[in-house]
């Protein structure tokens, strides 16, 4: 299951419909080894495009850098799809490389600015794919 805050949760949200009709991207990075999403880093989609996304690779290499130097790990690795349901594609699928990660899929294909949006999360590991039940939390206890 993942558990995260309202506050992340409407980050995550917020970006994918300002980015929208591009897909977002971005990552929630957490202390190494607790499995806690806390630090909201949205990114740039390279890719620039309503049909995939793509991280740039300077600014993941970046990223990676900055979670050694804080002991930190991408807990949540996000993007948003435009047109189809928030579901890993064959390529989100084979781009996983994260099996610790929640990979979190936003759908703003039906939604309007107030929402809906379709929000959920899955575990990808070896190409295979669960969903997991999201807990939207004020905080953490």
């Known amino acids: 299951m993942l558990t995260l805050t309202k506050a992340l949760y409407d980050q995550i949200v917020e ?5 929208h009709p591009d897909e977002a991207c971005g990552v ?7 499995g806690r999403p806390e630090r909201f880093i949205p990114m740039l989609n ?3 495009s309503p049909t995939f996304y ?3 690779s300077s600014d993941l290499l970046k990223l990676y850098r900055e979670l050694d130097d804080r002991d930190e790990e991408p807990v949540i690795i996000y993007h948003s799809h435009t047109a189809t349901e928030a579901y890993p594609s064959r390529t989100d699928i084979s781009y996983a490389n994260e099996p610790g990660a929640h990979y979190v899929l936003v759908s ?7 929402g809906p949006f379709q929000f959920r999360s899955f575990r990808i590991v ?5 969903e997991e039940e999201v807990e939207v ?5």
């Open 15 to 19: 970006h994918s419909r300002q980015d």
């Open 54 to 56: 793509e991280f740039d």
């Open 137 to 141: 939390v004020a905080e953490y206890s």
């Open 46 to 48: 390279a890719a620039r």
């Open 108 to 114: 703003t294909a039906d939604a309007d600015d107030a």
């Open 126 to 130: 070896n190409g295979e794919v669960a």
């Open 28 to 34: 929630v990075a957490g202390p190494a080894g607790s």
